[in-house]
Each structure stands twice: as C-alpha cells, then as structure tokens.
C-alpha cells in the first residue's frame, strides 16, 4: 500500500485536488450541454419551434 502513502503527499494531493476539479468541471459542463442538446431535439421532434 505504499503507492496510497505516496497519493496522500501533500506535494501529490497539491496537484491532484485542482487536477480532478479541472477534469469534473469540464464533465458537468459537458453533461449539461448534452442533456441541453438532447432537450432541443425533443423538443423539435415534438414540433415547437425552438430559435433561440
């Protein structure tokens, strides 16, 4: 288990916190725009008209 001991090196974690925080912001910001999209086409599938 020493490669857990190495993750939890302050100098480690120093980069890894903003690391994971880049990566999952960039996820969330990727999932909301593709629920958007997924939101859109329904909604011309359905026949409203969508011009934004």
Partial sequence: MEWLTDIFNPATLALLIPL???IGGFA?????????HQERIEKIKQGFDVHE
Wanted: aromatic fraction near 0%; proline fraction near 0%; charge should be positive.
């Fill in 28 to 36: 969330v910001a990727a999932l909301k725009a593709h629920h958007k």
């Fill in 20 to 22: 994971v925080a880049i």
